[in-house]
Every structure is written in C-alpha cells, then in structure tokens.
C-alpha cells in the first residue's frame, strides 16, 4: 500500500525557514516523481515544486522560485522541500504527492498524497 506521511511545517515569521519532509513506503520509491501541493483556505490546491524520479530534475511555481528547493534521498525514500524567505501568501496546508510524471499544473498527475500539514507565515 502506497503511504506518504509528512513532517515539518509550523509557525514561521516572515523571512524564516522551514523545511517539509515526506517519508514513503510501500511502493519502488525511485520509479516515482514526487510534488508538492499547497491549498489556503478558500483557495484551490495549486503546485508548487517537484522532483524527477532521479532526482536530476525539478520544476518550481513561480510564486516560489529562488525561495524553495527540493531534493531526494532515494536510499532514505524520503524528499524535502526547504522553503526559505517565507511571506505570509504562502501560508497553506502543504500536502506531497507521488506520481509517473512531474505534472504540477493538475493534480490528477499524482496518485498517493500525504496527510497534509500547516505552514502559517506570520508575525
């Protein structure tokens, strides 16, 4: 059974950091392109980054270029998004996502998603 599970996230003053980790299991972790996804309230869930199966390539929203990056460590089947300078707009429920393809402008690209967790940028 495919599982993400997710950690990190929290409360955070505009201009700080955080980084979201998501551990898989249950599937060949290293076939799969994993994302991430962000929903704020009243808001539809948008992507914000991903990262090839390799782990050679990524593509970023935007909205987060030169503030997020992404990696993998396929030994540990884990990836990270590490978000710095945050802003207050990406204040969102963060959630990650396995899929064939780095496809972040749908999300029915992905199949398994993460249970979620809470970035709040604020001072």
């Known amino acids: 059974q495919l599982q993400l599970v997710q950690s990190g996230g929290g409360l955070v003053q505009p201009g700080g950091s955080l980084r979201l980790s998501c551990a898989a299991s249950?599937?060949?972790?290293?076939?799969?392109?994993i994302a991430w996804f962000r929903q704020a309230p009243g808001k539809e869930r948008e992507g914000v980054s991903c990262?090839?199966?390799?782990?050679?390539?990524?593509n970023f929203a935007d909205s987060v270029k030169g503030r997020f990056t992404m990696s993998r460590d396929n030994a540990k089947n884990t990836v990270y998004l590490q978000m710095n300078n945050l802003k207050p707009e990406d204040t969102a429920v963060y959630y990650c996502?396995?899929?064939?393809?780095?496809?972040?402008?749908?999300?029915?690209?992905?199949?398994?998603w993460g249970q979620g967790t809470q970035v709040t940028v604020s001072s």
């Open positions: 996502a396995a899929g064939p393809r780095c496809r972040i402008t749908s999300t029915t690209t992905f199949d398994s």
């Open positions: 249950g599937f060949t972790f290293d076939y799969y392109a």
């Open positions: 990262i090839s199966s390799g782990g050679d390539s990524t």
